[in-house]
C-alpha cells in the first residue's frame, strides 16, 4: 500500500515562493509517475504538474508554466512542486498523486494514490 503525506505548505505573499515535498512510502516510487493537483474552495480539483518515472518528462497546466515546476528524487522517495512569483489565484489545497502507469496524465481518474493535501495561500 502506497502512502503520499505532503509538506511545504504555509501562507506567503504575492510574488512569493513555496517548495512542496511529498514523500512516497511504498517501493514502486522509481516506478510511478507523480503528479500535483489543487483544488480551491468551490472549485473542483484540477491538475497542476505531472512527472515521469525517470524525471525526463514534465506536463504542466498552462497558468502555471514558468513559475512552478516539478522534480523527483528517487534515492529519497519524493517529489517536489516548486513554487515561484505566486499569486492570489493559486491559493488551493494541494494534492500530490501517484500514478502505476508510464506516461505522465493530467486525468485526476488514472492516478491511483493520493495525500491528504497541504494548504497554499496567497495573500494580494
Known amino acids: 500500500q502506497v502512502q503520499l503525506v505532503e509538506s511545504g505548505g504555509g501562507l506567503v505573499q504575492a510574488g512569493g515562493s513555496l517548495r512542496l515535498s511529498c514523500a512516497h512510502s511504498?517501493?514502486?516510487?522509481?516506478?510511478?509517475?507523480m503528479g500535483w493537483f489543487r483544488q480551491a474552495p468551490g472549485k473542483e480539483r484540477e491538475f497542476v504538474a505531472a512527472?515521469?518515472?525517470?524525471?525526463?518528462?514534465?506536463y504542466y497546466v498552462e497558468s502555471v508554466k514558468g513559475r512552478f515546476t516539478i522534480s523527483r528524487d528517487n534515492a529519497k522517495n519524493t517529489v517536489y512542486l516548486q513554487m515561484n512569483s505566486l499569486k492570489p489565484e493559486d491559493t488551493a489545497v494541494y494534492y500530490c498523486?501517484?500514478?502505476?502507469?508510464?506516461?505522465?496524465?493530467?486525468?485526476?481518474?488514472?492516478?491511483?494514490?493520493w495525500g491528504q493535501g497541504t494548504q497554499v495561500t496567497v495573500s494580494s
Open positions: 498523486a501517484a500514478r502505476r502507469g508510464s506516461f505522465t496524465s493530467s486525468r485526476r481518474d488514472e492516478y491511483d494514490y
Open positions: 511504498g517501493r514502486t516510487f522509481s516506478t510511478n509517475t
Open positions: 512527472i515521469s518515472w525517470s524525471g525526463g518528462s514534465t
